[in-house]
């Protein structure tokens, strides 16, 4: 019998449930009518349901209504918050939003915290509340709960009312932080309302520990997620459930296993949404999106619903139904001030941030705090904490009735009130700038529209001459009639505004200095009837607000071209509106791109995962995935902006105007285009590589699956056949999205391997070194090292590239790539500071090494002598130009191609040497004297030769004996003209005649002698001259 009862109960609540939702859709259909919000209309039909709880007659009824209030407040939680919050911070933008992390932090926590000692204050010293009523602890509970704010109702309100996008994305996402804040420190101030507070800083770990751990426990289960849906993001039905299943496991674990920490579910859900919104959107399908969204919006609207039903009831029955007796007449008129003292409240600690918050990211206007402490409308999440209070049994039942009294009527009046008055301040305050720029377009479209209509009747017209139409109700019909209505309805509107305008606008231009000085030159016919001062900036903004369309209808046609995915596309759209919200500026929608995918933090993230061999395989396919998506955005801005310039050449618009806008557009797509070639492509080159290779596989199997439709269309494949080819299309198509690239984990060890420059050192070595070697991360724009800083270290670059510059040597800089070095000069010089400057040009992985350590490998290897002096000799020539003489104008290719014609040779002490020509790199040669012949070449070595020295090509052989450890590069005499036509292409016909009017005759004495730096003996030869005659 019992188990009958509990089966009947539980049919009651379902019961309820339906009820609630039938209620709630036809209210939502009477307050399209009615200037009430949907959630303010549906909870004043539950209070009044509650208040009448006691007439209700009716056995089943009765037993429905009392079902709702009898809900466990946990039970509520656990049914409906975990939906309700997860699709909040789902569908947050989270590009916009990382980009203002520091704002919703400090608008967040600090801003709460002093919100809720306000109105705790407020209700005790201003109110008077005793503590039969109030006493602190609980004064402050109160203040933590209705500082709280409803995400959904803020963002539909100001969504609706046309508020700037970067404000909507601010005030979201400080809702969430704010729900996940309020969450912790109600329950710790729950907790001292008890009596079982302890010291401050118990209290603070325990909150803090709720943080991180809720926190924790929602990046868990999003990377399961995360990882689930790539495998199933091709079937709606499966991915609505995953993320269902997600929200709500993830907030009973939080709140019901126990882990061996503290944890919050309500943090661990809104963390999961962030999550995911972060890192699986990429993932889902465009097919799939749709439906996942209806799906997410009903659960809103139904678990809205059903929660304002269940609260009004709870608030009707206990306040209303029963006659409350710790319910005074005073406490109405309290809730109304109460209720602007908590807009004050809220505006004072914007206020006092707004110093603060103005130090990170977009500056925050005074309009824009006032609106931000105005929009902050309370909903369902207040509404479940405050019956989470409410039914604490510790707490007095005045307690709980005062308490719900006040938060019931609280939420009431901000949803009445502030939501309907938001749209009007957002209008008349300006934050809308756009506003009155899109009514102008509208207007356009209406009369654009109009012309089309009346074409299309005066065609019809003319083919039904002879039929017996009624043209006035096919105009009616047709909508030209209603057309004529908004066209004149917007006309007027604008007319009056727009002359005001006008009239302001032309006296401050006449009334300027520079105003009547062009009304001058005009009167003169001094100046031009096209100026750039002639354009006015509203039309200019106007254009520009059209080009912004335009380029939406650009993006979207590329999308249904396949150009592009849903989530490359939604991104672009969003790029357009954060354009079209400052469209009183410049265009700059590549800055915020580049915000979205420039991102030195989750690189570094990423990197830091690699590390770990279980979770590698997830960290390769995130950053897959990143750059896959940065690539597809990207290319497509390049392309739709390509497009748009070539287009605007058709805008029936002033000259000064096209060029305006295409010198914008064009600076936008300039910077995408050098940041995909110069960051992507050279950070990341096999993931770009597999990238363009899924791409034009993806493209082979879509012009398949457009074939395979056409033959079946015409009846040349029959369905089961066409089913078969689809299925087995569909398989293809699968394979090559689950391509993923490999991301190892290559050792040190393994990469020194590979260099040339270590090839002749055995594996031992090779190890040690590695030991004693580590890896770097630098971030674009990042210095490697500073020029004057101490030189210790040799790096070899295993990703990106670096530009290396010197500010002592103007005329040196140079791009190295991957496989190159850096300080390797330094491994041969004596100078203990760096003489460059090493910065980042995209993402950079190096190997660093002591140069103490290189230099002691450099002693023990002839090749790896021969091999730093080849990859110095560029460097050096641009430090010293005026020992490398020739080779400092000479560019690094041309360089490397005469280093193919010479030998690197090293001869001890005492011996003696005989060449043709060479360098003298390092060393001294013994005094020697050869006979001086007329028109040859003049040494004379008195006080000896110390390198560097050029030994030019001359008609003889050198011999020299060594007086230390000489290095040379001695030339292959046979491959004298190569060297020399190698040298004179590169020079300019100016140098090459100023050079042929100089002595071409240097004596040794001549040559500077440094410590380090070189001097090739290569001179030009005369044009008309053989290169081997003895006068040069």
Same mark, same amino acid.
């Given at each position: 019998m019992s188990e009958h009862l509990d089966v009947a109960q539980i049919a009651i609540v379902i019961f309820f449930i339906f009820i609630a939702l039938t209620i709630g859709g036809l209210v939502s259909e009477i307050t399209k009518k009615i200037m009430i919000p949907y959630p303010a209309a549906v909870f004043l039909v539950g209070i009044l349901i509650g208040s009448q709880f006691n007439n209700i007659h009716n056995h089943l009824l009765h037993r429905t209504v009392q079902a709702a209030f009898n809900i466990d407040a946990n039970s509520n939680m656990t049914l409906f918050l975990p939906a309700l919050v997860f699709s909040s911070a789902f569908n947050a933008d989270i590009y !916009?939003? @990382?980009?203002?992390?520091?704002?919703?932090?400090?608008?967040?926590?600090?801003?709460?915290?002093?919100?809720?000692?306000?109105?705790?204050?407020?209700? $005790?010293?201003?109110?008077?509340?005793?503590?039969?009523?109030?006493?602190?602890?609980?004064?402050?509970?109160?203040?933590? /709960?209705?500082?709280?704010?409803?995400?959904?109702?803020?963002?539909?309100?100001?969504?609706?009312?046309?508020?700037?996008?970067?404000?909507?994305?601010?005030?979201?996402?400080?809702?969430?932080?704010? %729900?996940?804040?309020?969450?912790?420190?109600?329950?710790?101030?729950?907790?001292?309302?008890?009596?079982?507070?302890?010291?401050?800083?118990?209290?603070?770990?325990?909150?803090?520990?709720?943080?991180?751990?809720?926190?924790?426990?929602?990046?868990?289960?999003?990377?399961?997620?995360?990882?689930?849906?790539?495998? !199933? %993001?091709? %079937?709606?039905?499966?991915?609505?459930?995953?993320?269902?299943?997600?929200?709500?496991?993830?907030?009973?674990?939080?709140?019901?296993?126990?882990?061996?920490?503290?944890?919050?579910?309500?943090?661990?859900?809104?963390?999961?949404?962030?999550?995911?919104?972060?890192?699986?959107?990429?993932?889902?399908?465009?097919?799939?999106?749709?439906?996942?969204?209806?799906?997410?919006?009903?659960?809103?609207?139904?678990?809205?619903?059903?929660?304002?039903?269940?609260?009004?009831?709870?608030?009707?029955?206990?306040?209303?139904?029963?006659?409350?007796?710790?319910?005074?007449?005073?406490?109405?008129?309290?809730?109304?001030?109460?209720?602007?003292?908590?807009?004050?409240?809220?505006?004072?600690?914007? =206020?006092?941030?707004?110093?603060?918050?103005?130090?990170?990211?977009?500056?925050?206007?005074?309009s824009e705090a006032i609106l931000f402490s105005y929009s902050g409308t309370r909903g369902a999440v207040q509404l479940m904490l405050a019956l989470l209070v409410v039914k604490e049994p510790s707490f007095s039942d005045q307690w709980s009735d005062i308490f719900l009294f006040?938060?019931?009527?609280?939420?009431?009046?901000?949803?009445?009130? *502030?939501?309907?008055?938001?749209?009007?301040? /957002?209008?008349?305050?300006?934050?809308?700038?756009?506003?009155?720029?899109?009514a102008k377009v509208r207007l356009n479209f209406l009369q654009e529209m109009k012309e089309q209509i009346e074409f299309k009747l005066n065609q019809m017209k003319e083919d039904y001459k002879q039929k017996t139409i009624d043209w006035n109700k096919v105009e009616f019909f047709s909508g030209l009639a209603e057309t004529n209505r908004q066209i004149q309805q917007k006309d007027d509107k604008l007319s009056k505004k727009q002359l005001d305008e006008d009239n302001k606008h032309k006296k401050e231009k006449e009334s300027s200095i520079v105003g009547r000085f062009q009304k001058l030159l005009k009167s003169k016919g001094l100046q031009d009837d096209y100026n750039d001062d002639d354009i006015d900036q509203d039309d200019i903004i106007e254009t520009r607000d059209r080009f912004l369309m335009a380029l939406k209808q650009?993006?979207?046609?590329?999308?249904?071209?396949?150009?592009?995915?849903?989530?490359?596309?939604?991104?672009?759209?969003?790029?357009?509106?954060?354009?079209?919200?400052?469209?009183?500026?410049?265009?700059?929608?590549?800055?915020?791109?580049? *915000?979205?995918?420039?991102?030195?933090?989750?690189?570094?993230? =990423?990197?830091?995962?690699?590390?770990?061999?279980?979770?590698?395989?997830?960290?390769?396919?995130?950053?897959?995935?990143?750059v896959a998506m940065g690539y597809e955005v990207i290319s497509?801005?390049?392309?739709?902006?390509?497009?748009?310039? *070539?287009?605007?050449?058709?805008?029936?618009?002033? /000259? *000064?105007?096209?060029?305006?806008?295409? $010198?914008?557009?064009?600076?936008?797509?300039?910077?995408?285009?050098?940041?995909?070639?110069?960051?992507?492509? /050279?950070?990341?080159?096999?993931?770009?590589?597999?990238?363009?290779?899924?791409?034009?596989?993806?493209?082979?199997?879509?012009?398949?699956?457009?074939?395979?439709?056409? @033959?079946?269309?015409?009846?040349?494949?029959?369905?089961?056949?066409?089913?078969?080819?689809?299925?087995?299309?569909?398989?293809?198509?699968?394979?090559?999205?689950?391509?993923?690239?490999?991301?190892?984990? !290559?050792?040190?060890h393994t990469k020194l391997k590979v260099l040339p420059l270590f090839s002749e050192f055995n594996d031992d070595l090779l190890k040690q070194l590695a030991l004693q070697s580590k890896e770097l991360l630098f971030d674009k724009d990042e210095c490697i090292y500073r020029e004057g800083d101490l030189a210790r270290y040799f790096y070899i670059i295993t990703r990106g590239r670096v530009n290396e510059t010197s500010s002592a040597y103007t005329n040196y800089s140079i791009s190295k790539d991957i496989g190159q070095f850096l300080s390797c000069h330094h491994i041969v010089l004596e100078s203990t500071l760096y003489i460059s400057q090493v910065l980042a040009a995209s993402l950079v992985e190096v190997i660093q090494i002591e140069i103490e350590l290189m230099v002691s490998l450099y002693k023990q290897s002839l090749y790896m002598q021969d091999f730093v002096w080849r990859d110095s000799i560029f460097s050096l020539s641009r430090f010293y130009p005026k020992e490398l003489q020739i080779f400092s104008h000479v560019e690094r290719e041309i360089i490397e191609n005469i280093l193919a014609f010479v030998v690197f040779k090293k001869y001890s002490a005492y011996t003696t040497v005989s060449f043709q020509a060479g360098i003298l790199l390092q060393g001294r040669l013994t005094e020697m004297k050869q006979e001086k012949k007329e028109d040859l070449f003049d040494v004379n070595c008195n006080d000896g030769i110390?390198?560097?020295?050029?030994?030019?090509?001359?008609?003889?052989?050198?011999?020299?004996?060594?007086?230390?450890?000489?290095?040379?590069?001695?030339?292959?005499?046979?491959?004298?003209?190569?060297?020399?036509?190698?040298?004179?292409?590169?020079?300019?016909?100016?140098?090459?005649?100023t050079r042929l009017q100089t002595d071409l005759r240097v004596s040794v004495s001549g040559v500077n002698r440094q410590s380090f730096g070189f001097s090739y003996l290569l001179r030009p030869s005369k044009v008309n001259l053989d290169i081997n005659d003895s006068k040069h």
């Open positions: !916009i939003m @990382k980009q203002q992390i520091m704002q919703i932090f400090v608008l967040s926590f600090p801003s709460l915290l002093i919100s809720a000692s306000l109105i705790c204050l407020g209700l $005790k010293l201003l109110l008077e509340y005793d503590d039969e009523y109030y006493s602190w602890g609980f004064a402050f509970v109160f203040g933590v /709960v209705v500082t709280c704010t409803d995400t959904l109702q803020v963002v539909k309100i100001l969504s609706n009312a046309e508020a700037p996008k970067k404000f909507i994305s601010l005030v979201q996402g400080e809702s969430l932080v704010n %729900n996940c804040a309020s969450m912790v420190l109600m329950l710790i101030a729950v907790n001292c309302a008890r009596g079982d507070c302890d010291l401050l800083t118990v209290e603070l770990s325990y909150g803090i520990s709720l943080l991180l751990g809720g926190a924790f426990v929602g990046i868990m289960f999003g990377l399961f997620t995360v990882w689930w849906i790539r495998r !199933i %993001n091709h %079937n709606s039905i499966l991915t609505i459930n995953l993320t269902i299943v997600s929200a709500y496991v993830t907030y009973f674990v939080a709140e019901s296993v126990d882990l061996g920490f503290r944890k919050n579910g309500l943090v661990a859900v809104i963390t999961l949404g962030l999550f995911m919104s972060a890192f699986s959107k990429i993932r889902i399908r465009t097919e799939v999106e749709h439906p996942l969204q209806i799906f997410w919006q009903y659960t809103q609207f139904a678990n809205e619903t059903i929660i304002f039903i269940i609260t009004g009831v709870t608030c009707g029955y206990k306040i209303f139904d029963q006659q409350s007796p710790y319910i005074r007449k005073q406490d109405y008129i309290n809730t109304v001030l109460l209720y602007f003292y908590i807009l004050l409240s809220k505006f004072i600690s914007v =206020l006092l941030l707004l110093p603060t918050i103005n130090l990170y990211g977009q500056q925050v206007k005074m006040h938060t019931t009527f609280i939420v009431i009046l901000t949803m009445l009130i *502030n939501g309907s008055t938001i749209p009007l301040y /957002v209008k008349f305050s300006g934050l809308c700038t756009t506003a009155q720029y899109r650009t993006y979207w046609d590329l999308y249904s071209q396949n150009q592009c995915g849903g989530k490359a596309y939604n991104l672009l759209i969003e790029s357009v509106r954060w354009d079209l919200d400052t469209v009183e500026g410049r265009m700059c929608s590549w800055d915020f791109i580049y *915000n979205v995918f420039y991102s030195p933090i989750y690189m570094r993230f =990423l990197y830091s995962l690699n590390k770990f061999p279980i979770i590698r395989r997830f960290s390769g396919d995130l950053l897959f995935d990143w497509t801005y390049v392309r739709a902006h390509e497009e748009m310039e *070539n287009m605007i050449e058709e805008f029936p618009i002033n /000259v *000064n105007l096209k060029k305006k806008l295409s $010198k914008e557009s064009k600076e936008n797509r300039t910077n995408a285009e050098n940041f995909i070639e110069g960051y992507f492509y /050279v950070s990341f080159p096999e993931i770009i590589k597999l990238i363009q290779t899924k791409k034009s596989a993806q493209g082979c199997l879509a012009s398949q699956g457009k074939y395979l439709l056409r @033959k079946y269309e015409l009846g040349e494949l029959d369905f089961q056949q066409f089913q078969k080819l689809k299925l087995q299309l569909n398989n293809f198509v699968c394979n090559v999205e689950d391509i993923r690239p490999i991301w190892p984990q !290559i050792s040190i110390q390198g560097p020295l050029l030994f030019p090509f001359i008609n003889q052989t050198y011999t020299y004996q060594t007086e230390t450890v000489c290095s040379f590069f001695l030339f292959d005499d046979n491959k004298k003209e190569e060297i020399m036509k190698l040298i004179q292409t590169e020079r300019s016909s100016e140098r090459r005649r």
